[in-house]
């Protein structure tokens, strides 16, 4: 086996209740030459797939499921600039320059990213973010944190325990308050990416697994289950946490994450529908849908099998609840939908985006972090500056180390 497979989720996600996008597809009847091979149909491939046909690129996407239908269906969508390290512990394991600009990088992704999704109907709404002390920062951590973050030109505030109770209700003894972030229903914001890629030419052929691949300097050959086989210039691997072997892994690790969101309640969210995480590991992160339900995520641990991670669905639902119920109280903290899913984690709370060391036409995202869409960005951004040029001076920031 060429890869990994896994369950990638479990439960019922909020995004599933409108029903999963259906996408035109093909079955691999024959050989086929592109351009650009990516593997993997979830919102990574999706926005990879946009940037690169609208570059010029004849692109065709294989994916061994229907497309949409893995862990982008379990994403909770906050897409936050900030990342999932702080800028204070970043700049002390990759150093403050690098830190510095990885941070200002991925800030940057976020209104790229709103550029890019404009025009297609997703849900997309502008929001503040609200990080919370926790144990991992307490208050006077949390504050050196927002001076650190101004430091670098990055707008944000530090509220103190007593602010924080006026503006948002909320009893913690901190918080940095930062602005342009947002929030977005992530199948359509994918389904929307691959239905413009296809009206560019791109071509999805699923369900297709990606059994061998064999790569030379200027070409590579990826052969399917079927025995047809792809021809590309270049190979992306897009395919989330279902890793393929040739892929490095050191630094990177699978956790389960659980889920879920309640029933729509919009007169009794706190002020702004601000997204809310915490300086905590693990950390609890919530936002608003449009329709006013909350989403509420975390409870991570690491992955060890699916049955393990669903065993515990039960009792992680009611400790979501619990910590929902008690942060605000005055919320309906019943959940209506609850999921589970796999989800990234690396040392340095960074992806590793860019070309696979001795294999010069294959790349890969490893989009891990809780950054994942806007990561997904950078990615593609970066992958367009190998391909087509000019190289992206941020490349070596994300390169497989």
Known sequence: MHGEHRDLRTGRTVWEAG???????????????????????GITGAIVAD???????????????????????ASTALLLGEIDTPLTIMADRIGRRDAARTWLRSRRAVPDLARRADGIACDWAQRDGLYLAGDVLDAHALKKEAEARQGIG???????????????????????RSRDNAEVDPVRLAGGFLRRAIARGARIFAPVEITD?????????????????????????ASGYELPRLVPRAGHRVVSTWAMATTPQPDRLWSSR????????????MR?????????????????????????????????????QALFPALDARAEFAWA?????????????????????????????????????????????????????????????
């Open 341 to 401: 899913g796999s989800f990234g984690d690396s040392r340095t709370g960074l992806p590793a985006i860019g070309r696979l060391r001795g294999k010069p036409s294959c790349f890969a995202v490893l989009g891990f972090g809780g950054n994942g869409i806007t990561f997904a960005m950078i990615a593609a951004q970066l992958l367009r500056g190998h391909l087509r040029g000019p190289r992206d001076p941020d490349s070596n920031l994300f390169a497989f180390k």
């Open 19 to 41: 029903g999963l996008p259906l996408l035109p597809r093909s079955d691999l009847r024959r050989n086929i030459e592109t351009d650009i091979l990516v593997v993997g149909a």
């Open 213 to 237: 691949v064999r790569p030379s300097p200027r070409q590579v050959t990826a052969r399917a289950r079927n025995g047809f086989a792809f021809k590309a210039s270049a190979l992306i691997y």
């Open 288 to 324: 608003s849908t449009r329709d006013g339900r909350v989403v509420i995520g975390g409870e991570d641990e690491d992955f060890s099998n699916e049955a393990a991670r669903n065993a515990l669905m039960g009792q992680k639902m009611t400790a979501l609840e619990r910590k929902l």
């Open 51 to 73: 940037v690169l046909t609208q570059a010029g690129f004849t692109v065709a996407i294989a994916e061994r499921r229907a497309p949409i239908r893995g862990s982008t269906v």
């Open 154 to 176: 990055w707008p944000c505030e530090y509220l103190g325990k007593d602010q924080l109770r006026r503006d948002y209700g909320i009893a913690r003894d901190g918080a940095i």
């Open 274 to 285: 601000c997204l809310i995480w915490e300086a905590s590991d693990p950390y609890l992160y």
